[in-house]
């Protein structure tokens, strides 16, 4: 790995280099070839305990201490039901909210928590506020890895999570539902499922913001690219075990991508539009694509945007790797945009 980075980095004309190696700092490019080897051959079981709560948490202390931040202004608490886990995040616990993101972290559905994402979260709650929304919130779903459990239980917990942010707010129009990689999967296939309960229907949230989708679980064109750190033996590996025994790859509920009947996807799409947000050196951008297309077809309002010469899940990547206050909150504040110009404050 060392010889690869002075290689390629030092040794390689710009156009024998990679997109992302072209413009990322070397801070940057270092982490990636790590994080792209640990994804390669590194167990999820190992990656699962650095994603963890016991990890990611005194970590998320570690930062604010080491930035002067002794106590945060924005209220969080961890929701704790044997049907529910999760982090409700609000500016003003005392008050109710105006408008609240449901958020589902990504991981392969076999790593990551949303413990990991706080100071992400965190970010995005302040800066909704910023853009005037009275008392923005987010609710981070924790939900079961696997092997623990296998499809369909990651989709019930979607379920559920949702239904517990209907309780939070009374407009289902104010709701945003979101989430990266397997996080976003979660969501398409809640919004698909939604979709299809006409008797005991839940009301549609007004937007959706799906970061980099793993929209086929199990796709041949799931492949790996010279800049993104995603593996794609790896990616069959743990989509495998989240489809399980009981899941079928074509199912549009296992893989959203597959579902290609455009009245489903009409009556699945939140009342505001969705955006789907991705690097264009990623590995799912074709995937991406072509549910952008699907969802054009169907007649519904889509926003994309894609960012050029970065990869995987950039608007998560930027907030740790990014070059400056302004690249860190570059992803977000796109979103922020997008959800200001459709949800009135």
Avoid at 65 to 85: A, D, V
Wanted: charged fraction near 20%; proline fraction near 6%; aromatic fraction near 14%.
């Amino acid at each position: 790995m060392p010889y690869e980075f002075m290689n390629e980095r030092y040794l390689t004309y710009n156009s024998g280099q990679s997109p992302w190696v072209r413009h990322a700092t070397p801070f940057q490019d270092i982490v990636i070839r790590c994080v792209r080897y640990a994804f390669a051959f590194i167990p999820a079981t190992i990656g699962k305990v650095f994603f963890s709560k016991n990890v990611a948490l005194p970590f998320f202390h570690f930062r604010k201490l080491r930035h002067g931040y002794w106590n945060s202004t924005i209220h969080w608490e961890e929701i704790m039901r044997p049907e529910l886990k999760g982090l409700w995040i609000i500016h003003d616990a005392a008050k109710k909210p105006d408008i609240v993101v449901y958020y589902a972290h990504g991981g392969g559905f076999s790593m990551g928590s949303s413990y990991f994402y706080i100071e992400f979260l965190l970010a995005w709650v302040t800066l909704l506020k910023d853009a005037g929304y009275a008392n923005p919130a987010i609710f981070a779903l924790e939900y079961t890895l696997v092997p623990e459990r296998t499809f369909p239980h990651q989709v019930q917990e979607a379920a559920v999570g949702y239904e517990f942010v209907l309780g939070k707010i009374a407009d289902s129009s104010r709701i945003v539902v979101s989430g990266d990689s397997a996080g976003a999967t979660l969501m398409l296939s809640l919004l698909l499922s939604i979709s299809e309960k006409p008797k005991q229907r839940l009301k549609l949230p007004g937007l959706a913001i799906v970061i980099s989708p793993w929209s086929v679980v199990l796709s041949p064109k799931n492949r790996n690219t010279a800049s993104d750190y995603l593996n794609a033996d790896s990616l069959h590996t743990y989509g495998s075990q989240y489809i399980g025994e009981k899941g079928d790859n074509e199912d549009p509920l296992v893989s959203p991508g597959m579902c290609t009947d455009l009245g489903r996807w009409k009556r699945a799409s939140p009342s505001r539009g969705w955006m789907f947000v991705y690097g264009k050196e990623e590995v799912f951008a074709p995937s991406t694509k072509e549910l952008v297309g699907t969802l054009k077809r169907a007649e519904v309002e889509v926003v994309t945007h894609e960012e050029p010469g970065w990869i995987h899940a950039w608007p998560v990547v930027k907030l740790f790797l990014g070059n400056g206050q302004e690249e860190r909150q570059s992803g977000l504040r796109s979103m922020v945009k997008f959800i200001r110009g459709r949800i009135d404050v």
